[in-house]
């Protein structure tokens, strides 16, 4: 008797625990705190739980294998429960959910059925396997005509299968709502959702205030990203019809676990894919990419081309509408015409085309599937409003008809990708630009035939003076690198020039130390003049180096790959005997540490200068992370390693301690610690773990010595013993972070834009990187006027002198060219 009492008890108390069930009907009408549903096939969770450092609950759906508690969908989130006297009812009458109080008998929430008016005598709610709670009537044949679904009132996260927009007949619009914060699941201020324009558009806003914009479906993707290509892991597509538009993905491979998520502190979306092996979420993807995808940033009539300086370009046929703040780089007012309309005469305007567009702000637009690209020209140039046309599908040869009216704003031009765009310009401005495209055909086919023919003078050369050497010495000066390298090294760019090490000494006066200008982590680094008065930078590997090897194939691997105004241009190499040497374009300005750590020539660098610098430095880690055809760590940035050219533009250089990732991969980790101490993010630094986020790290240390003209390295404050990073953090918490800001520049005008800074530079050393931004969004954060999220704890503080103790301390000891680490504790 007695075991069949206990027995009696433990079965109570795991009823408590777990329901077990998947649905709640008239028989099982409701959840306590405690118990939860679970989808048929284990998926998905529904239960009470408490966010973060909350003490509040709240009635949440999320994954179930998934050993992190990660939350997609939410009931109550503008009122929370204070207790666990939560209670989910189905109502048999109304067929409804009602989240109550018991304690109080408070109702937190409900749903709404669309049947108000008739009594449900058989209602369901079933918790599916795709992630959605949905009430049906148990006795109807159709199991999917739904009363109610979750997925029809999003919160943050947008699943596989869910519809992602508006449905016309009901007025519902399904949009995503972020967090409030990581411990508040309240609707916060940014939103990301479609808004129904006659030509439907995207976009994330804060408040009421835009920053993002996808751009209107053109039948293959969003036409704000082309970079968007098919994947193994999901499928996109696009409604429109009578009745709803909206986006929605589904999965490849039901085994896939992926999540689209709008950020609670950030100006970003992420997708995340779960790492099953790794047990951890990893972003897939992420929007705005880059400075370009800031909403309207070049105002009207002006396009964003993210690999030019500045970025803001006006479009042809236009100039700055106010030429001292655009060439300030306030490029918000925009550009204006060079010449004015005569719509009143259809002769007297035409249309200029231009390609890799994305499609400007659909907000006054127009369009009509039905017709070609001919009557849409026609349709634009009969409406004196009409600015713009293209086709509204890109497929094939296209079709379909977009109109835009009034001003032009949001644009940006693709490298790649992008569509046609057609452009309202008046008759003689259009033959102007027509007659500029012909002169450049023109230039380009005469440049083309000057380099073909030089090509063959010196083919002709080279053969001539290969037959007369042959018999004299081993010729080594026009082996490509494929021939040199072994060990698997390709390059695939074609062949790299290899210099012979007699013209490597000529070139520097035979490497005599008046030529020398710095010392890398593996040799010197000489200033050399060419035969043809090229100048270049000849970096010599060290021959006692140890690893020197690995890290030379590495740097001609990587830097012959990559192309960006803002990283350093790789010429060729030498390889010769036991000689390697990398050239380099020269930059006669050395690097960025020689300006701002020196008290006279920091006076060079204002404020103005010095923000190009950090918004530079920051585009070329983008490219790094996720516009190149490699994703890259470089993994020793500093300030030694940013050189700057005769007009100060910052070029990263130095990738012999760089790491290719996979587009897939987006971590790494490594036993043998390499870099500088100073720059380096904890976990990196303490146990090998290396990857975007650590040159983020490494990027805000930067920004922190360009603000405050201090090293970070081997700066204390005599009295409490910080580094610089501590100092500021100490000052930032005590509301003094304007004690930061290098005296030289301290009585600009532009004091909020550096206190902004030093924002984002602790934002990029948090001390957990999950918490730090990626560089697209740090750009972002940068040029914006947002409210940034108010940083949490850096990464390595030291200690006050009093409290440090050895056995807190940790020592990682490296080999020859590598450096020894002393980590003190972080508070």
Known sequence: MIIIFYAYHILIHVSQVSLAFDSISHSISLIDDGNTLVSKGGTYELGFFTPGNSNKRYLGIWYKKIPIQTVVWVANRLIPINDSSGTLTLNNITGNLVLTQKNNGTV???????????KQENPLAILLDSGNL????????????????????????????????????????????????????SPGDFSFGMVPHNYPDAYMMKGDKKFYRSGP?????????????????????????????????SLKNSSSVTRLVLNATAYVRYRYIWIESAKRWEIYTSVPLDLCDSYALCGAYSSCVISDSPVCQCMEGFKPKFPQAWYSMDWSNGCVRNKALRCEDKQKDGFVKLSGMKGPDTTYSWFDQTIGLEECRVKCLENCSCMAYANSDVRGEGNGCALWFGDLVDIRQFAAGGQDLYVRMEASELEHVNEGHKKKGVLVAVTVSLAMAMLSGITILGWCYRQKSQNNVKDKSDLSIKDHLKSGMQVDDGDLPVFHLSTMAKATNNFTLSNKIGEGGFGPVYRGILVDGLEIAVKRLSKNSGQGLNEFKNEVKLIAKLQHRNLVKLLGCCLDEEEKMLVYEYMPNSSLDSFIFDKLKSEILDWSKRFDIICGIARGLVYLHQDSRLRIIHRDLKASNVLLDKELNPKISDFGMARIFGGDQNEGNTK????????????????GLFSVKSDVFSFGVLLMEIISGKRSRGYYNQNQSHNLIGYAWKLWKEGRPIKLIDKNIGESCFISQILHCVHVSLLCVQQNPE????MSSVILMLVSEFDLAEPKQPGFLLKDSSEADSSTSKHLLSSANEITITLLEAR
């Not at 720059?679 to 990196?684: G, I, K, L, S």
């Open 672 to 687: 043998r610690i390499v870099g500088t101490y100073g720059y380096m993010a904890p976990e990196y630094a303490t146990d």
């Open 134 to 185: 949905v009430i049906l009537d148990e006795k109807q044949e159709n199991k999917e005509l739904y009363l109610w679904q979750s997925f029809d009132y999003p919160t943050d996260t947008f699943l596989p299968e869910m519809k992602f927009g508006l449905d016309f007949r009901t007025g519902l619009n399904r949009r995503l709502t972020a967090w409030k914060s990581p411990d508040d699941p």
């Open 771 to 774: 918490d730090r931004p990626i």
């Open 108 to 118: 937190a929430w409900s749903t709404t059925t669309n049947s108000l008016t008739k």
């Open 217 to 249: 479906w053109n039948g293959m993707h969003a036409s704000g990203s082309p970079q968007v290509k098919p994947n193994p892991i999901y499928d996109y597509r696009f409604v429109y019809n009578k009745d709803e538009f909206y986006y929605t993905y």
